[in-house]
Structures are given as C-alpha cells and as structure tokens.
C-alpha cells in the first residue's frame, strides 16, 4: 500500500504466514511504503505462522516500511493467533507509527504495542471498548449480550455509558437511560477466546 485511507474495514480471515525469516503479514494490509491513514477498521479473525523466526507480522499492517507513516485511529485487533506478533498493531518499523484510540486483545503475544491499550475479553464482551471506539460518535455497534465485539453494522445497537454518581460505578448499556439491556463492570465475565461465529463481518474499503 502507498499513500491511501482504510476505512471502515472489517476482517475475521483465518491468515497462514509460512514463511522463514522476513515476511509482511497483516490482518488487513500485508506493506505500507507511504503514507497511510488506517480508521475505524478491526481484524478479528487468525494469523498463524509455520516458522519460529517468521519477522513482520502485525494484527493490522504486518511491515511499515522505512520512511513510511501510518496513522491508526479508532481500530481494534481481537481474535486467535499462534503467530508472535511484531507489533500488536503493526509490524516492521516503529518510526513514523502513530496510533489513537486503538486496542487490542490483552491475549496476543507481541514485542510493542506502538502506543495501542491492551484490553481484556471482559473489556470487550461488557460494551467498553466499543463505546471508547466511537469517541463520541456511532460508527461502532454491539448488541450487549450477543454481539462478543463492536461491529460496524448499523442494525446493531449504539454503546452508551452510565456512571452512577452515588457509587461511580460504570455501566454501558443499549439505552440512553441504562435501564436495559446492560451490562456493568461487576459482572463476571470469562476471558476466553472470543469465538469467530459470534462476529458478524462487515466490510467496506475506501483507498
């Protein structure tokens, strides 16, 4: 990829790195030579590599290339992965690397984190993420209760987030007024893998 904008892409594909030594495996975009702006995208599905020293391997870009810039915003990587990660968001390079507003599942093994929040299944699963995703807007959806992930599937329900002001405690709901449809953070919640059949993919890429 050269200069160009992500937007709104959305990937569970199951990805086979079988290669030894350098490679550019991402979840949406393999090399990024110039100058990219990646937003509102996420990739839930696998990476799986054959080779033990198998380099260039990230969760959205597997290589920024030298010289190159990518912007991240408003992104998350979930899923199952076997292979050891570069970089939880992209691997390669870390210069030029700018990340905002970007998460990922705190059971992927990687070196850097490029400045992306590391969260729990729970995290996912209870509406929190998705709503931090939207900063504010409804790009993001999730049907507290199904959806285990934020989709960009506007038939699913808006994140809203209620914060009890006698108790502080946090509760993300699919109502403005929290009655239901709730989810609150002293709920427990198992931090298992998050299964791919529950993830409804959507996609739409804008270059």
């Given at each position: 990829?050269?200069?160009?904008?992500?937007?709104?892409?959305?990937?569970?594909?199951?990805?086979?790195?079988?290669?030894d030594?350098?490679?550019?495996?991402?979840?949406?975009?393999?090399?990024v030579?110039?100058?990219?702006?990646?937003?509102?995208?996420?990739?839930a599905?696998?990476?799986?590599?054959?080779?033990?020293?198998?380099?260039?391997?990230?969760?959205?870009?597997?290589?920024?290339?030298?010289?190159?810039?990518?912007?991240?915003?408003?992104?998350?990587?979930?899923?199952?992965?076997?292979?050891?990660?570069?970089?939880?968001?992209?691997?390669?390079?870390?210069?030029?690397?700018e990340v905002?507003?970007?998460?990922?599942?705190?059971?992927?093994?990687?070196?850097?984190?490029?400045?992306?929040?590391?969260?729990?299944?729970?995290?996912?699963?209870?509406?929190?993420v998705?709503?931090?995703?939207?900063?504010?807007?409804?790009?993001?959806?999730?049907?507290?209760?199904?959806?285990?992930?934020?989709?960009?599937?506007?038939?699913?329900?808006?994140?809203?987030?209620?914060?009890?002001?006698?108790?502080?405690?946090?509760?993300?709901?699919?109502?403005?007024?929290?009655?239901?449809?709730?989810?609150?953070?002293?709920?427990?919640?198992?931090?298992?893998?998050?299964?791919?059949?529950?993830?409804?993919?959507?996609?739409?890429v804008?270059?």
């Amino acid at each position: 990829m050269g200069n160009g904008t992500i937007r709104y892409c959305y990937s569970t594909a199951t990805i086979n790195a079988y290669v030894d030594g350098e490679a550019a495996v991402g979840g949406l975009v393999g090399t990024v030579n110039g100058y990219a702006i990646i937003t509102d995208c996420a990739f839930a599905g696998s990476i799986n590599k054959g080779y033990a020293d198998t380099k260039g391997v990230g969760g959205l870009v597997g290589k920024n290339a030298e010289n190159a810039s990518i912007l991240f915003q408003n992104c998350y990587v979930a899923g199952t992965h076997t292979a050891i990660f570069d970089d939880a968001i992209s691997g390669g390079s870390t210069e030029g690397v700018e990340v905002t507003n970007t998460f990922y599942l705190n059971t992927i093994t990687d070196h850097n984190s490029n400045g992306a929040t590391a969260v729990s299944a729970s995290d996912f699963a209870w509406g929190k993420v998705c709503y931090q995703l939207n900063d504010g807007h409804k790009t993001w959806r999730q049907t507290l209760g199904t959806d285990q992930l934020p989709v960009l599937d506007d038939s699913h329900e808006i994140v809203y987030c209620h914060v009890n002001s006698e108790t502080s405690q946090t509760k993300y709901a699919n109502s403005q007024d929290g009655a239901t449809k709730s989810s609150s953070n002293n709920l427990r919640h198992t931090n298992s893998a998050i299964k791919q059949s529950q993830i409804s993919p959507h996609v739409t890429v804008a270059l």
